[in-house]
């Protein structure tokens, strides 16, 4: 019997944990531009492109998707600190019949930046979900400051965009019988990554400038927004261990 989505009133906790980070210096003086072309994860049928505009640490980000889930919030960040690449459905290691969050860890690593629509962009907003999108297509446009850690990411090539947020059993909302492998009361759908992009060195100039501090796609549909509230620490927790343990596994095999 499918469970469907509970929505019980939670206050978010903005916990900060300790995440894998890129060393070395932060990207070169001047303005660099990167793309990501986003493509579907779990039968989403997401589409669309993620464009960056680094000078220093000022970046100016714009993000075009379509195929989500409407009226649902979707979270969105840039991973950083692992393979600067995307899993593919392939990877759905324990055959639940999604990729989850920790399945593609390994991939694109931890939550370097959130790209929220107003407020805080570090990973402690990771899921404010009141500052995520929530329309079935979006249209995002802000420009704030990343971490150096993040800018050097980009110039390593190591960057990724994902969305999370999907509704693979086709009933318009989060709900299904498979539960997310961040908080086992939700379903798996309010957590798994939806679509995701690898960022690359663009030779199309820079992002228009336009509509900074805004963000594209409404507020609205917060009826749902606890769905992925209860997962917020769980999420950037389990990026950051993902990638440290990934990283373990590779030293021992090369031991």
């Known amino acids: 019997m499918r469970k469907a989505l509970a929505l019980p009133t939670i206050a978010l906790a903005a916990a900060a944990f300790p995440l894998l980070t ?12 990167y793309q990501a072309n986003l493509g579907a994860l779990n ?31 979707h979270a ?12 593919t459905d392939e990877d759905d290691t324990n055959s639940d ?7 593609g860890v390994p991939y694109y690593g931890a939550i370097g930046t959130s790209l929220t629509t ?11 979900i009141d500052r995520f999108p929530t329309d079935g297509d979006i249209a995002y446009e802000r420009t704030f400051e990343v971490t150096p ?19 693979k059993d086709g009933s318009g909302t ?10 086992p009361t939700l379903p798996m ?10 960022f690359s060195a663009s030779q199309m100039g820079t992002t228009p400038s336009g509509g900074a501090e805004t963000g594209g796609g409404s507020t609205a549909g917060t009826e749902q927004t606890t769905a992925m509230g209860v997962g917020a620490v769980a999420l950037v927790g389990a990026a950051a261990a993902g990638a440290v343990a990934y990283r373990r596994r590779q030293a021992a095999d090369q031991a």
């Open 22 to 33: 890129v060393t070395g210096a932060s990207a070169d003086d001047g303005a660099h531009s």
């Open 43 to 73: 039968a989403s049928g997401v589409t669309g492109t993620g464009m960056v505009t680094i000078d220093g640490t000022t970046a100016t980000v714009m993000i075009d998707a379509s195929g989500l889930v409407a009226g649902a919030p």
């Open 76 to 87: 969105q960040h840039f991973h950083i600190g692992a393979q600067g690449a995307c899993p």
């Open 97 to 103: 019949g999604f990729v989850s969050v920790t399945e």
């Open 118 to 128: 107003t407020g805080d962009t570090s990973p402690d907003s990771g899921l404010a």
């Open 149 to 167: 850690d993040v800018a050097a990411s980009f110039e390593a090539g190591t960057a990724v965009l994902v969305l999370h947020g999907v509704d």
């Open 174 to 183: 989060y709900d299904g019988s498979v539960m997310s492998d961040l908080d």
């Open 189 to 198: 759908e309010a957590t798994a990554p939806a679509a995701c992009g690898a």
